[in-house]
């Protein structure tokens, strides 16, 4: 997000008067940066331990079929989003 915020600057744009920004991250990393990312918190450690969970379960038992897990991390909202404006306002 640095490199972004940088750009919007340059142009004179601000984050998030003028331009909101979204991502997906770790939540300790959104919350790091200035102004603070509004994100989807990737839930690093549960997601560290499933795949080693899955990694002994193919190693124990290698015929298991493979298997997609799909998480739905939760969303923050934090300072880098904010309410939608008609028009450029620079």
Request: aromatic share 4%; glycine share 6%; no cysteine.
């Amino acid at each position: 997000m640095p490199g972004i915020q940088r750009a919007l600057s340059d142009a004179g744009l601000q984050v998030p008067y003028n331009f909101s920004i979204t991502g997906v991250a770790a939540k300790a990393w959104a919350e790091d940066i200035h102004p603070p990312l509004t994100a989807a918190d990737v839930p690093a450690l549960a997601m560290g331990e499933k795949a080693v969970s899955l990694l002994v379960e193919r190693i124990t038992a290698p015929d298991t079929p493979p298997r997609h897990i799909l998480g739905a991390p939760p969303i923050s909202l934090r300072s880098s989003t904010a309410a939608a404006r008609t028009g450029r306002q620079v």
